[in-house]
């Protein structure tokens, strides 16, 4: 909800509640000032509390206003949640899927970004690294039957039934990996398996993207990524790319914490091969990642019309999607660049100022600080890092970054 709809309800509220009559902030029934107050109490509770971020659900309001209204203890369960619903239908309160930012707060986000930023621009220096050979890979699961959220039907029908089958929750998982000068990595797929000497690989091993290394898959029991398949993947996809280039050295791999990625047997492995390795700041993959920035919605997007197509196609019989589809569905997209461009790729990791010039003369493309600002916008309307002017804050923590950096190269 928009914190000036909340603000405003607020001093509504307390102005209301100065009044001997009743009033009604919307059309309807007017207020009695005992609801008033209660409903004055329960905006402040949820004004403090979604501050600091703190998720606040119906149950929690629950408890808040048994606390405030003791006397509405005498009512039944379903009583106290149709009280709750109307308190938040005449607050344009609503229930909502909450976006992440991880477990930082605001400010201690921007901070963190502030020094990931220059840390990673010292590794660049001291490494001697450009833009061909910084690296950021990323895992993102697929499912075999992937439903759109939304489809087009008639208004007024109840039931919009989608037909499905079997396969509904069965995923495989694709590691994707871009390089910071436009280039693409081959993918990584990991089915659910036993292991890469099974039925299914010696089937599949034919395939033209396998057969080429334009792709390369796997299997473990859970289609999940696991260090045994980390370290392959360095194998198989990170080194095998970046030997191409003798003039590039082993290069800077940069990921996320997920424990696959960071695991002990890993960063032995990029010590051994002398790969840097830079770790993303937990609860910043969503603003400075340039796979989730950029790539990972439209690529899942394409599967998921690739899928469709593939239902229209067999309408009939329903065929099952098999291996070799999802195998042929990922390269045929990855590889169009007219859906996933060298030029999408190189801008990704420039708004996320992971393959700027050091000296600064392209922090104006950095946009994480703007994504988080976007992020966070409903939490808090006073956070300080946009309070009064949102750009001109955008611009001081370019600047402070600017400041900060160049005192480190002094050093």
């Not at 461009?341 to 104006?364: A, M, Q």
Request: glycine share 4%.
């Amino acid at each position: 909800m928009d914190n000036k709809i909340l603000k405003s309800n607020i001093e509504n509220l307390k102005k209301a509640s100065k009044k001997k009559e009743k009033i009604t902030l919307h059309k309807g029934k007017p207020l009695s000032k005992e609801t008033i107050e209660t409903d004055l109490h329960l905006l402040e509770f949820i004004k403090i509390n979604r501050k600091y971020g703190i998720p606040i659900t119906t149950f929690s309001v629950k408890i808040e206003l048994l606390k405030f209204r003791p006397d509405l203890s005498k009512l039944t369960s379903n009583g106290l949640y149709e009280y709750i619903y109307r308190f938040m239908s005449r607050n344009n309160l609503s229930l909502r899927t909450p976006g992440h930012i991880g477990q930082l707060l605001p400010t201690d986000t921007k901070n963190v970004i502030i020094n990931y930023i220059m840390e990673l621009r010292k590794t660049i220096k001291e490494g001697g690294y450009d833009e061909g050979n910084i690296i950021n890979m990323d895992e993102t699961p697929l499912y075999l039957n992937m439903i759109p959220n939304k489809v087009i039907s008639q208004k007024g029908e109840k039931n919009v039934v989608v037909r499905t089958q079997n396969q509904e929750k069965i995923r495989v998982t694709c590691l994707l990996s871009i390089c910071a000068d436009g280039d693409k990595l081959p993918p990584y797929i990991i089915f659910k398996g036993k292991n890469s000497n099974n039925k299914a690989f010696n089937k599949l091993k034919n395939n033209l993207y396998i057969k080429k290394n334009k792709i390369f898959i796997n299997f473990n029991n859970n289609a999940w990524s696991t260090t045994e398949l980390m370290l392959d993947w360095i194998d198989k996809v990170y080194l095998a790319y970046i030997k191409k280039d003798p003039l590039c050295g082993e290069g800077l791999l940069i990921i996320d914490k997920a424990s696959s990625h960071i695991s002990e047997e890993v960063i032995e492995k990029c010590t051994g091969n002398l790969m840097d390795l830079s770790i993303l700041p937990a609860g910043t993959t969503s603003i400075m990642q340039p796979l989730d920035i950029s790539i990972n919605k439209k690529f899942k997007n394409y599967i998921r019309e690739k899928y469709i197509n593939h239902c229209i196609k067999n309408n009939v019989t329903f065929a099952k999607v098999e291996k070799e589809d999802i195998i042929n569905w990922i390269g045929d997209i990855w590889y169009d660049d007219t859906i996933i461009s060298k030029n999408i790729i190189y801008n990704s990791f420039k708004v996320c100022g992971l393959s700027n010039n050091i000296n600064g003369t392209e922090d104006h493309l950095i946009k994480c600080f703007e994504f988080l600002k976007n992020k966070i916008n409903e939490i808090s309307e006073d956070d300080e890092i946009y309070e009064d002017n949102p750009e001109s804050k955008l611009e001081n923590e370019q600047i402070k970054l600017q400041e900060k950096l160049y005192n480190t190269d002094d050093d």
